[in-house]
């Protein structure tokens, strides 16, 4: 896992390197009330 730039309460987003190329990563925390498949994407 990269360096975490940002914390919401819906998701994460993060500053990582792949394929030699700086990215940046969202990833949406897990809840209850929202469709699983939104959490996997």
Do not use: H, Q, S, T
Request: with cysteine; proline share 5%.
């Amino acid at each position: 896992m990269g360096v975490l730039i940002k914390k919401g309460a819906e998701a994460n987003i993060y500053l990582e390197d792949w394929c030699g190329r700086k990215v940046i990563f969202k990833r949406r925390n897990p809840k209850k009330y929202r469709i699983p498949e939104l959490d996997k994407m």
